[in-house]
């Protein structure tokens, strides 16, 4: 009997360690994601059984944990939000109804793990402890097919369900919830790299952006703790649509460059920062977002012409409703104050007039892109002109020119310097401005351009080879549990 106890305490003992060290390595592995904020319902489910926890605080803290419901495959969920409290309740018959003002966990029951296997098992020799450790075999149990969480904002909602890997974290709020994605990082980036290019892309160009992702996501791991969660879900970090997003080829991307990630010459993580097409050259972020120089990002030149340059035609009305949130009463100028070093807007000053005094505003060459929906900050302004009711003598007929001063019956369009530009007399009832937008490239444009990397891996260059273009003196490694 002594020997049977011994060989179950080393047993014991062995598997122990394996799940202590496997749970402190998914620990380093896990990412979370914001999902949806200020949430007021959401129905879920599950492809396994799962369970609910709840924390032992309302932001989060899980070494205390409890379960508080079971559920099964296929059970439905409700979740409400009611202050400063979360209501879940169980679409069953009858319905069970749970009311917590701590953080909620829901989780798949955990089947995997391992069990022993002794070969040729024969119970008189076991008993006898007459086994060596050569015929004790550890054997994990078959995969099983992955834990996904289903989500929709409401039964009326007739999209589909959105699915999820990994938990579901329910954050209470005063009158909402947040709603975050738990899970790690490698099932992460396969719905990233899915969610940011095309599948159909060259391997080395889908490489080259799973280690960018991998390293964005590494780099930005706890900077947004004040929201409960690392990154959000769209193009303020990276695009993140969930499993159905996923792809063989995507997946197969990720897995060749498993734990790989970019450092710079001091061995910290490179803010991998990427977008869509930068245009002619990529961008400095200290012009665009007024951050500290990065040696590893440069203005390097780009070769793809698959982006064709872009036109957005305004009215002086939807300019003004653009630019709103600035509340002017009137405005009066726009003028372009200057220019990054590759020909990128870096500065505009908006004129105009607040409750009959005059109004400046100083938006960066960012700031005003995302205000008039712009797709970069590649671009040059000028007005046109068209003549509504006919006049004698004949109408203002403006000639613009790119990048000079112009003035429409008090409202200008400049870069430094103005210099009028109307024709001397002449008269007109009215006039139909339109504000002519004309650019190149997609996106921030600093980093990694996709596009370009698509095309330098269909020129034949490697993942590597595009990374070290794009991120210079930057280095690659691969990081080891």
């Given amino acids: 009997m002594r020997v049977y106890i011994t060989i179950f305490v080393f047993l014991f003992s062995w598997a122990s360690t394996k799940a202590t060290n496997k749970k402190s390595q998914n620990n380093l592995e896990l990412i979370t ?58 679409v069953a018959s009858p ?3 749970t009311s917590s003002s701590q953080a909620l966990k829901f989780v798949c029951q955990d089947s995997s793990g391992s069990k022993v296997l002794i070969k040729n098992f024969d119970s008189k020799k076991f008993f006898k402890g007459d086994y060596k450790n050569s015929d ?13 969480f289903m989500l929709k904002s409401s039964r009326l909602d007739k999209n589909p369900y959105n699915i999820f890997r990994g938990n579901i974290i329910i954050i209470p709020h005063k009158n909402s919830f947040t709603v975050i994605n738990e899970l790690k990082i490698e099932d992460y980036l396969r719905s990233v790299v899915a969610s940011e290019v095309s599948y159909t892309w060259p391997l080395e160009a889908l490489k080259a952006q799973a280690i960018a992702a991998r390293t964005y996501t590494l780099a930005q791991k706890g900077r947004r703790k004040n929201l409960g969660y690392d990154l959000k879900s769209g193009v303020e970090d990276q695009m993140y649509l969930g499993y159905k997003k996923e792809n063989p080829r995507i997946n197969q991307a990720v897995k060749a460059t498993q734990g790989e990630f970019l450092i710079d010459k ?21 012009t665009s977002w007024g951050i500290s120089p990065k040696h590893y990002l440069q203005a390097v030149k780009e070769f793809s012409t698959e982006v064709k340059p872009w036109e957005l035609n305004l009215t002086l009305e939807q300019i003004q409703e653009k630019l709103k949130d600035l509340r002017y009463e009137k405005l009066t100028a726009i003028t372009i104050l200057k220019r990054s070093p590759e020909g990128r807007v870096a500065g505009v000053l908006i004129s105009g007039s607040q409750d009959g005094s005059p109004k400046h505003t100083s938006l960066s060459g ?8 712009l797709r970069s900050t590649n671009f040059s302004m000028q007005w046109i002109t ?53 650019g190149e490239g997609y996106g921030h444009g600093i980093g990694l351009s996709q596009y370009d990397a698509k095309f330098l891996a269909q020129s034949g260059k490697s993942y590597k080879e595009i990374l070290l273009y794009y991120y210079q003196g930057a280095r690659i490694v691969r990081r080891v549990h």
């Fill in 386 to 438: 068209q003549e509504l009711v006919s006049a004698s003598p004949p109408a203002v007929i403006l000639k613009t020119k790119k990048n000079i001063f112009e003035k429409i019956f008090g409202f200008m369009l400049s870069e430094k310097d103005p210099k009028p530009a109307l024709q001397e007399g002449s008269a007109v009832k009215s006039l139909f401005h339109n504000l002519k937008i004309s």
């Fill in 95 to 97: 319905p069970s109804l």
């Fill in 33 to 90: 994601i914001g999902l949806y904020d200020s949430a007021r319902t959401l129905y879920l489910t599950a492809n396994q059984d799962y369970q609910i926890l709840e924390a032992s605080s309302p932001t989060g803290s899980w070494n205390e944990a409890k379960t508080i419901i079971l559920n099964r495959a296929g059970a439905k969920t409700l979740i409400k939000s009611s202050p400063a409290t979360i209501e879940s309740m169980v």
């Fill in 366 to 373: 960012e700031e005003f892109r995302h205000h008039l929906g």
């Fill in 136 to 148: 004790i075999k550890i054997i994990k149990k078959q995969k099983q097919k992955p834990c996904l």
């Fill in 266 to 286: 001091a061995g910290v993580i490179v803010d991998a920062y990427y977008s869509s097409h930068a245009g002619t050259y990529s961008n400095y972020p200290e």
